[in-house]
């Protein structure tokens, strides 16, 4: 049984940095990667970033592009997303996520994300 449990979220000011932490159980990274996804008041979830089995190979929104950096711990059990520069757009609740489907491509794996954590409230003020 896979649970996802998301923490580090908080309220800070624009341009602050938070640093929001992941801890997985029942699965393990090298399997089909991760991802951070995040949804605000009236929108649709929108997928941050994602980093592979490989544990290196990482995809960023071009929102977030050079202000947040995704990573994960030696022992695969614990996601990472480091946000810097925060804007009052980064508003918004943030969940990590774990494939509920990983197919075999050429190359590699390509995961279909679908298991959630409760998520994790980011507020970013002036």
């Known amino acids: 049984q896979v649970q996802l449990v998301e923490s580090g979220g908080g309220s800070v000011q624009f341009g602050g940095s938070l640093k929001l932490s992941c801890a997985v159980y029942?699965?393990?990274?090298?399997?089909?990667?991760m991802a951070w996804y995040r949804q605000a008041p009236g929108k649709e979830r929108e997928l941050v970033s994602t980093?592979?089995?490989?544990?290196?190979?990482?995809t960023y929104a071009d929102s977030v592009k050079g202000r947040f950096t995704i990573s994960q711990d030696n022992a695969e059990t614990t996601l990472y997303l480091q946000m810097n520069s925060l804007k009052a757009e980064d508003t918004a609740v943030y969940y990590c996520?774990?494939?509920?489907?990983?197919?075999?491509?050429?190359?590699?794996?390509?995961?279909?994300?679908?298991?959630w954590g409760q998520g994790t409230q980011v507020t970013v003020s002036s």
């Open positions: 980093i592979g089995a490989d544990g290196t190979t990482t």
């Open positions: 029942g699965y393990f990274f090298s399997t089909c990667g």
């Open positions: 996520a774990s494939p509920k489907k990983c197919t075999v491509v050429p190359g590699g794996v390509e995961p279909e994300f679908g298991y």
